[in-house]
């Protein structure tokens, strides 16, 4: 009845659209105690490392990416 296909963009449609719609309930905002005000001091404080290491981590991607 259906081609291999039409089958598979057929299946695609309808993930797209199960997507979208259930997207929507990914935006609640949960109601934190106190208003969401924390006293708390971070762990681990991001600092200015993580810079660094997304600039590694771009350079050696795209290092990879253009390797022949």
């Known amino acids: 009845m259906f081609s291999k296909n039409n089958y598979l963009k057929t299946c695609l ?3 797209f ?3 979208v719609i259930l997207d929507s309930d990914l935006f609640a ?3 934190l105690p106190n208003d969401g ?3 708390d001091v971070p762990v681990a404080p991001i600092n200015g490392l993580i810079g660094l290491a997304i600039a590694v ?3 050696l991607g795209f290092k990879k990416l253009n390797e022949d």
């Open 57 to 59: 981590g771009s350079y």
């Open 37 to 39: 005000d924390v006293d």
């Open 13 to 15: 449609v309808i993930a």
């Open 29 to 31: 905002q949960i109601i």
């Open 17 to 19: 659209f199960f997507i």
